[in-house]
Protein backbone atom coordinates (compact mmCIF):
# COMPACT_ATOMS: atom_id res chain seq x y z
CA UNK A 1 0.00 0.00 0.00
CA UNK A 2 1.51 3.65 -0.41
CA UNK A 3 0.46 5.93 1.89
CA UNK A 4 1.11 10.25 1.73
CA UNK A 5 3.84 11.26 4.32
CA UNK A 6 3.24 15.37 5.45
CA UNK A 7 3.44 17.47 8.83
CA UNK A 8 2.60 20.26 8.87
CA UNK A 9 1.07 23.76 11.29
CA UNK A 10 -2.58 23.71 10.68
CA UNK A 11 -5.21 21.49 9.48
CA UNK A 12 -3.99 19.91 6.51
CA UNK A 13 -0.63 19.19 4.59
CA UNK A 14 1.07 17.97 1.23
CA UNK A 15 4.25 15.56 1.01
CA UNK A 16 4.70 12.59 -0.71
CA UNK A 17 3.72 8.92 -1.52
CA UNK A 18 5.66 5.85 0.16
CA UNK A 19 4.88 2.18 0.09
CA UNK A 20 4.12 1.00 3.83
CA UNK A 21 5.46 -2.27 5.02
CA UNK A 22 3.39 -4.56 7.49
CA UNK A 23 2.66 -3.82 10.56
CA UNK A 24 2.32 -0.33 9.50
CA UNK A 25 0.41 -1.08 6.66
CA UNK A 26 -2.23 1.88 6.95
CA UNK A 27 -2.77 5.08 5.82
CA UNK A 28 -3.31 7.29 8.28
CA UNK A 29 -3.58 11.20 9.38
CA UNK A 30 -2.99 12.56 12.79
CA UNK A 31 -4.49 15.93 14.04
CA UNK A 32 -2.40 17.22 17.06
CA UNK A 33 -3.92 20.44 19.05
CA UNK A 34 -2.66 22.28 22.10
CA UNK A 35 -5.59 24.80 23.38
CA UNK A 36 -4.43 26.84 25.78
CA UNK A 37 -7.02 28.98 26.45
CA UNK A 38 -7.74 31.38 24.87
CA UNK A 39 -5.59 30.46 21.81
CA UNK A 40 -4.66 26.99 19.72
CA UNK A 41 -2.03 25.44 17.89
CA UNK A 42 -3.19 22.40 15.69
CA UNK A 43 -0.52 20.16 14.13
CA UNK A 44 -1.15 17.81 11.13
CA UNK A 45 0.73 14.28 10.26
CA UNK A 46 -0.03 12.09 7.35
CA UNK A 47 1.89 9.20 7.43
CA UNK A 48 1.86 4.63 7.58
CA UNK A 49 -0.13 3.16 10.82
CA UNK A 50 -0.84 -0.13 12.51
CA UNK A 51 -4.25 -1.07 12.97
CA UNK A 52 -3.35 -1.15 16.78
CA UNK A 53 -2.75 2.89 16.40
CA UNK A 54 -5.58 3.19 13.92
CA UNK A 55 -7.59 1.85 17.14
CA UNK A 56 -6.56 4.45 19.00
CA UNK A 57 -8.71 6.95 17.31
CA UNK A 58 -8.99 10.29 20.11
CA UNK A 59 -6.75 11.19 23.16
CA UNK A 60 -7.60 14.29 25.36
CA UNK A 61 -4.74 15.48 28.30
CA UNK A 62 -5.96 17.92 30.45
CA UNK A 63 -2.55 19.71 31.10
CA UNK A 64 -4.77 22.15 33.97
CA UNK A 65 -5.32 25.64 34.05
CA UNK A 66 -7.86 25.05 31.00
CA UNK A 67 -5.39 23.86 29.04
CA UNK A 68 -5.45 20.49 26.50
CA UNK A 69 -3.15 18.38 24.38
CA UNK A 70 -5.62 16.25 22.09
CA UNK A 71 -5.35 13.88 19.16
CA UNK A 72 -7.71 12.32 16.54
CA UNK A 73 -6.10 9.23 15.08
CA UNK A 74 -8.10 8.30 10.94
CA UNK A 75 -7.26 5.67 9.46
CA UNK A 76 -8.34 4.78 5.75
CA UNK A 77 -8.15 2.76 2.43
CA UNK A 78 -7.55 6.10 0.72
CA UNK A 79 -3.83 7.09 -0.25
CA UNK A 80 -4.52 10.38 1.70
CA UNK A 81 -7.13 10.07 4.95
CA UNK A 82 -9.45 12.74 5.96
CA UNK A 83 -9.92 13.54 9.55
CA UNK A 84 -13.11 15.58 11.45
CA UNK A 85 -12.09 18.59 13.14
CA UNK A 86 -12.33 18.65 16.53
CA UNK A 87 -15.47 19.46 18.85
CA UNK A 88 -15.41 22.05 21.35
CA UNK A 89 -13.21 21.22 24.39
CA UNK A 90 -14.65 18.96 27.02
CA UNK A 91 -15.45 21.74 29.61
CA UNK A 92 -17.18 19.10 32.40
CA UNK A 93 -17.42 19.57 35.95
CA UNK A 94 -14.52 18.64 38.42
CA UNK A 95 -14.40 15.56 39.54
CA UNK A 96 -12.26 15.83 42.99
CA UNK A 97 -9.25 14.25 41.33
CA UNK A 98 -5.28 15.32 40.47
CA UNK A 99 -2.37 15.16 38.92
CA UNK A 100 0.64 16.60 37.81
CA UNK A 101 0.27 19.20 35.02
CA UNK A 102 2.93 20.17 32.39
CA UNK A 103 3.02 20.86 28.93
CA UNK A 104 6.57 21.84 28.36
CA UNK A 105 8.44 21.99 24.45
CA UNK A 106 11.58 22.55 24.06
CA UNK A 107 12.51 21.63 27.12
CA UNK A 108 11.94 17.73 28.63
CA UNK A 109 12.16 19.05 32.17
CA UNK A 110 9.05 21.62 33.00
CA UNK A 111 8.19 23.47 36.16
CA UNK A 112 4.85 21.46 37.14
CA UNK A 113 1.48 22.55 38.44
CA UNK A 114 -1.56 20.64 39.64
CA UNK A 115 -4.21 19.47 36.91
CA UNK A 116 -7.37 19.29 37.98
CA UNK A 117 -9.39 16.47 36.67
CA UNK A 118 -12.91 16.42 34.98
CA UNK A 119 -15.38 14.21 33.94
CA UNK A 120 -14.48 10.78 33.59
CA UNK A 121 -10.41 11.65 34.18
CA UNK A 122 -9.02 9.68 36.45
CA UNK A 123 -5.74 8.85 35.09
CA UNK A 124 -2.65 10.46 35.60
CA UNK A 125 -0.45 10.39 31.86
CA UNK A 126 3.44 11.20 31.36
CA UNK A 127 4.94 11.41 27.67
CA UNK A 128 8.77 12.61 27.85
CA UNK A 129 10.62 12.46 24.35
CA UNK A 130 12.18 14.44 21.64
CA UNK A 131 11.15 14.76 17.83
CA UNK A 132 14.08 15.18 15.42
CA UNK A 133 13.53 17.88 13.04
CA UNK A 134 15.61 19.24 10.49
CA UNK A 135 15.21 22.68 11.34
CA UNK A 136 15.68 23.91 14.09
CA UNK A 137 16.56 20.61 15.73
CA UNK A 138 15.45 18.37 17.73
CA UNK A 139 12.37 19.35 19.80
CA UNK A 140 12.22 18.11 23.26
CA UNK A 141 8.45 17.52 24.60
CA UNK A 142 6.91 16.67 28.15
CA UNK A 143 3.70 16.28 28.65
CA UNK A 144 1.73 15.70 32.17
CA UNK A 145 -2.12 15.69 33.12
CA UNK A 146 -5.34 14.05 33.57
CA UNK A 147 -6.85 11.47 31.46
CA UNK A 148 -9.52 9.23 30.86
CA UNK A 149 -8.19 6.44 29.91
CA UNK A 150 -4.37 5.42 28.93
CA UNK A 151 -3.24 4.19 25.75
CA UNK A 152 -0.81 2.37 25.00
CA UNK A 153 1.99 4.08 23.11
CA UNK A 154 4.80 2.75 20.99
CA UNK A 155 6.58 3.32 17.91
CA UNK A 156 7.82 0.88 15.41
CA UNK A 157 11.14 0.58 14.34
CA UNK A 158 9.37 0.04 10.69
CA UNK A 159 7.86 3.48 10.76
CA UNK A 160 9.18 6.54 9.76
CA UNK A 161 7.66 8.41 12.71
CA UNK A 162 10.37 5.72 14.92
CA UNK A 163 13.17 7.77 13.18
CA UNK A 164 11.27 11.26 13.76
CA UNK A 165 10.72 10.50 17.74
CA UNK A 166 12.28 9.10 20.53
CA UNK A 167 10.12 7.97 23.69
CA UNK A 168 11.90 8.45 26.66
CA UNK A 169 9.14 7.79 29.43
CA UNK A 170 5.43 6.89 28.82
CA UNK A 171 3.81 6.25 32.09
CA UNK A 172 -0.17 5.79 33.13
CA UNK A 173 -0.66 6.05 37.12
CA UNK A 174 -4.16 7.00 38.71
CA UNK A 175 -5.00 10.39 39.26
CA UNK A 176 -4.61 11.40 43.61
CA UNK A 177 -8.17 11.77 45.12
CA UNK A 178 -7.85 15.35 46.60
CA UNK A 179 -8.77 17.30 49.39
CA UNK A 180 -11.09 19.55 49.46
CA UNK A 181 -10.18 22.90 50.86
CA UNK A 182 -11.75 24.02 54.43
Known amino acids: ?13 EGYSTECDSPEDQCGMVLLEVSPAPIS ?23 GHDAYFRGRIHCCEEEKCEVNSFPGLPFSQLNGYSCPGVLGLFSEDSSEHEALC ?25 IKGCTSSCPVLRLSNRT ?23
Open 160 to 182: HEANRNDLIKVACTDASKTTPSE
Open 118 to 142: RGTETKCIEIVGYRKERFPGDIAYN
Open 1 to 13: RSCEICHNLGKDC
Open 41 to 63: FRTVHRNCFSSSLCKLEQFDVNL
